[in-house]
């Protein structure tokens, strides 16, 4: 009966984010705000009914009591963040605090069958993540100054990553987080979102050749500092978006050509000087060589995905333990094992979604300090999006990084919160200026 239950449980989440995945798109033909609302409502109807038939299953699975608190803890969450986000914020995008949620029991999800301590601790870091930002889009709607202190960004985000090289807990190789009073995070999260305010502060004072080559120099720093510390996949993200920041500043190819074909040059040489380079390409050329050794990870990701098929085993089903780290880097491959491939497409296409929503927020801004904010801080989720899907499914090698709001990991949960934060101040003031507007005529 159980069995029966799983599988027809496993189609109706494959039917409801197949809907929210369409509705997530079908958003952006509407210009009428009650067409849009209602688009919303819908998709929070489809989440919660997502939400409910994956803990229903955890349920008969693990006859575990504390799965019912833990699933009715989940639910008072969103329904309070949905409630606030529109009480305090009227001109938010809703869009985005549907996506933000969805992505979030998701991960929620994989994680409870995964590891219920995890489940617990990551909730709790996404409850404090929630509440510690909620403030972030009335401050970047009032704040514009922050454009003043570029070099307290820079020099901030360079002495962060220098207490980590020097200080940094060394984990599969790299050295990436700092423990204190028995807990760690990883600076190179949060130093990303100042690196980013460095750069747009930098541009918007001035593109001239002496600007770019004092900002080149910053970032080559925080890039170089990355490298020494190992964390190659962070130091790829950092370098990706500078260039591409630098090519909208100026709107020059050469940078955009130059920056590319340096950075070629530069994985070559990490190649070369790194043995963990060596080993996750080695892997990622031809994992079956072996299997049992620096190809076991991705060959058991293929393994889960090729099993799991477009409709997927169904949750408790699968086997998705055998993956090393699978609740970080390789979460992807556990939900395309046990929710099926439809599913994990439907995540890769909310992912878009909301990188897009970020893209069109940096087209609508006049100011061009806004402007690459919000357009950095759109590269480095994408980025970051196409590494973690890219290694799992072995398009590109592994790099180590975490799949936004649904990997477990605090730091990632919460920088990735306040990214978010901070696209919805940007959103909300070019709302707030275009009702201005209308009013004003």
């Known amino acids: 009966?159980?069995?029966?239950?799983?599988?027809?449980?496993?189609?109706?989440?494959?039917?409801?984010?197949?809907?929210?995945?369409?509705?997530?798109?079908?958003?952006?033909?509407?210009?009428?705000?009650?067409?849009?609302?209602?688009?919303?409502?819908?998709?929070?109807?489809?989440?919660?009914?997502?939400?409910?038939?994956?803990?229903?299953?955890?349920?008969?699975?693990?006859?575990?009591?504390?799965?019912?608190?833990?699933?009715?803890?989940?639910?008072?969450?969103?329904?309070?963040?949905?409630?606030?986000?529109?009480?305090?914020?009227?001109?938010?995008?809703?869009?985005?605090?549907?996506?933000?949620?969805?992505?979030?029991?998701?991960?929620?999800?994989?994680?409870?069958?995964?590891?219920?301590?995890?489940?617990?601790?990551?909730?709790?870091?996404?409850?404090?993540?929630?509440?510690?930002?909620?403030?972030?889009?009335?401050?970047?709607?009032?704040?514009?100054?922050?454009?003043?202190?570029?070099?307290?960004?820079?020099?901030?985000?360079?002495?962060?990553?220098?207490?980590?090289?020097?200080?940094?807990?060394?984990?599969?190789?790299?050295?990436?987080?700092?423990?204190?009073?028995?807990f760690s995070f990883q600076p190179s999260e949060f130093v990303k979102i100042s690196y980013v305010f460095f750069i747009a502060a930098m541009f918007y004072r001035s593109v001239s050749f002496q600007t770019i080559l004092a900002v080149t120099g910053v970032s080559a720093l925080h890039v170089l500092i990355l490298v020494l510390s190992r964390d190659l996949g962070s130091a790829l993200i950092f370098f990706t978006t500078y260039v591409f920041m630098l090519f909208i500043a100026t709107g020059k190819w050469i940078y955009l050509l130059g920056g590319t074909a340096g950075g070629v040059m530069s994985s070559v040489l990490a190649f070369h000087l790194f043995d963990h380079v060596k080993t996750r390409v080695a892997a990622w050329l031809n994992p079956w060589s072996d299997i049992a050794g620096k190809g076991y990870q991705i060959s058991q990701s293929l393994f889960a995905i090729g099993t799991g098929g477009w409709l997927g085993m169904g949750l408790y089903r699968?086997?998705?333990?055998?993956?090393?780290?699978?609740?970080?880097?390789?979460?992807?491959?556990?939900?395309?094992?046990?929710?099926?491939?439809?599913?994990?497409?439907?995540?890769?296409?909310?992912?878009?979604?909301?990188?897009?929503?970020?893209?069109?927020?940096?087209?609508?801004?006049?100011?061009?300090?806004?402007?690459?904010?919000?357009?950095?801080?759109?590269?480095?989720?994408?980025?970051?999006?196409?590494?973690?899907?890219?290694?799992v499914t072995k398009f590109i090698p592994s790099t180590g990084v975490t799949l936004p709001l649904v990997s477990y990991g605090g730091s990632s949960a919460a920088s990735t919160f306040i990214i978010f934060g901070i696209i919805q101040g940007l959103y909300i003031l070019k709302r707030n200026e275009e009702e201005e507007d209308r009013y004003e005529s």
């Open 1 to 182: 009966m159980i069995n029966l239950i799983v599988d027809v449980s496993r189609y109706f989440m494959i039917l409801l984010i197949a809907l929210y995945t369409y509705l997530n798109f079908r958003y952006f033909s509407f210009h009428d705000e009650k067409k849009k609302n209602s688009i919303c409502r819908r998709q929070n109807i489809f989440m919660f009914l997502i939400h409910l038939l994956a803990y229903g299953i955890i349920w008969l699975e693990m006859k575990d009591e504390r799965m019912l608190v833990f699933y009715a803890a989940q639910v008072l969450f969103f329904l309070v963040y949905l409630f606030l986000s529109r009480l305090f914020y009227r001109n938010l995008s809703k869009l985005l605090v549907n996506n933000m949620c969805l992505l979030l029991s998701i991960g929620f999800i994989m994680l409870t069958r995964l590891s219920f301590d995890r489940a617990v601790k990551q909730f709790t870091i996404v409850v404090a993540a929630a509440a510690v930002t909620f403030i972030i889009p009335f401050v970047i709607d009032r704040a514009w100054q922050l454009s003043r202190i570029p070099w307290v960004y820079g020099i901030l985000g360079g002495i962060l990553l220098g207490i980590v090289y020097v200080a940094g807990t060394n984990s599969y190789g790299a050295q990436l987080s700092i423990g204190i009073a028995g």
């Open 318 to 391: 699968g086997m998705p333990r055998k993956i090393p780290v699978v609740e970080k880097d390789f979460i992807f491959s556990a939900i395309s094992e046990e929710l099926g491939g439809i599913f994990a497409l439907c995540v890769l296409l909310i992912c878009l979604g909301c990188f897009l929503q970020f893209m069109m927020v940096a087209g609508s801004m006049q100011a061009l300090f806004y402007k690459l904010i919000a357009f950095g801080l759109g590269m480095i989720y994408a980025i970051q999006v196409f590494l973690t899907i890219g290694g």
